[in-house]
């Protein structure tokens, strides 16, 4: 055997053998182990999509429109009356079903407006809180969206329009299910529960089933809350996504995995919904937002509730600045259709990134986040650029960044800025920096936020 050959042979073993230990027992301390793959903490920005039955009422009074089984439920008639008075005393929640027709439904469109958006990734709900799932489920016969509805796999043909698009695709699914009775049952075993029937004959079924069908950039766990961990099986799950799955090298999760582990065990962490901390968190976390109040689509809605662009590009900024990745949501409606409002968001979105993008994607945290509320910083540790956002235009025009360090070599850029007038800098001892920008025609400047990069800047 010739040294080419054992250097060969060498490096095959050391390959194999680093491969292999790149297994996960099912124990917390082994799992929080695992880095996040690269590409999650990159791309900064994802949609979420609500989508099910809850989709065909479209209505809620309180502000999770998603919510409305459970609401029908539990809200001391409100919702019951509002369905008795639109379909009926005789009305159940299960006869929306054949009413959720899709017809409109484009996956392609979906793929190519997210992706206009600016956004790299995308979560889907496979099933929410009420149990309906997304594509054919064997543990949800005849609850589901090829059986019971508009008769489409909606989980499989939105990820291959996704994926075409060369964006990363994600599912969230929730743990428990409000109604289902084999939950109900274990529920009702004790307090731990004393049986987990619901979760080896359903939940973890249909957990291994939309990785192994769909592969998965990211599995967003909710509706963990009523119990610990070790009743979802949560960790026995994670070890095998981690260390035998097909997306086992790709694959991001979130840490809704028991009514224990969240802001403490499994990948980024989500605290509530609409989390923002307004603080450098320096583990991984995710703002996932709404445009309006709630994540599915609420006709009952009004028009003051939904942001502007403006409102939500600069909570995008700061969750970026401080560490995060933004989430934000649309809720279509029954036909499958993205309300224009919520498109329009998107395209203004997508319309910053266009200009500011170099400030946000690969993107880190500076060593401070913010001067004041109106202006924030990110940096970028490649090329050793820092970027400061400010909301607002002085009425002099002269922006002052009173903790960024210059020099004479320091280079100043308004990112989107159109005129040819210069703008100049006065650079302070020990730190400081001023900026004059002229006054010239508003189409010259960058719409939305002002984006400036400093070059050799500290």
Known sequence: MNKYTLLLLLLNIFFISNTKSQSYTANWTDLNSRPNPEWYDKVKFGIFIHFGVYSVPAYSTHDYAEWYWYNLVNDNGTTQKWQDEHFGKNFQYQDFAPMFNCRLFNPDEWASIFQKSGAKYVVLTSKHHEGYTLWKSNQSWNWNSVENGPGIDIVGELTNSVKSQGLHMGLYHSLYEWFNPLYLADKDS????????????????????????????????????????????????????????????????????????????????????????????????????????????????????????????????????????????????????????????????????????????????????????????????????????????????????????????????????????????????????????????????????YVFKFINAY
């Open 190 to 449: 004790g307090n731990p529960p004393t049986q987990n029937t619901y979760v080896k004959e359903i939940l973890l079924n249909q957990l291994r089933d939309i990785v192994l069908k769909y592969e998965p950039d990211i599995v967003w766990a909710d509706g963990e809350w009523e119990q610990y961990s070790d009743y979802w099986g949560s960790k026995e799950f994670l070890s095998w996504l981690y260390s035998d799955s097909p997306v086992k090298e790709t694959v991001v999760v979130n840490d809704r995995w028991g009514k224990e582990t969240r802001g403490v065990d499994g990948g980024f962490y989500t605290g509530g919904d609409s989390w923002q901390p307004g603080h450098l968190v320096t583990h991984k976390w995710e703002n996932c937002q709404t445009i309006g109040s709630s994540y599915g689509y609420n006709e009952n809605e009004p028009a003051e509730a939904y942001q502007n662009s403006t409102v939500l590009i600069q909570q995008f900024i700061e969750t970026v600045a401080c560490g995060g990745n933004f989430l934000l949501d649309v809720g279509p409606n029954a036909e499958g259709v993205i309300p224009n409002n919520m498109v329009d968001r998107l395209y203004d979105i997508g319309k910053f990134l266009s200009i500011n993008g170099e400030s946000i994607y690969g993107s880190t945290p500076w060593r401070i986040q913010n001067q004041t509320q109106s202006i924030w910083f990110t940096t970028n540790t490649i090329t050793g650029a820092i970027y400061a956002f400010s909301y607002y235009f002085p009425e002099d025009g002269v922006f002052n960044f009173n903790e960024i360090i210059g020099s004479k070599y320091t280079i100043v850029e308004l990112l989107g800025y159109k005129n040819k007038n210069p703008i100049t800098i006065e650079i302070y001892d020990p730190k400081g920096i001023n900026i004059t920008v002229p006054f010239v025609s508003p189409s010259d400047y960058p719409p939305f936020i």
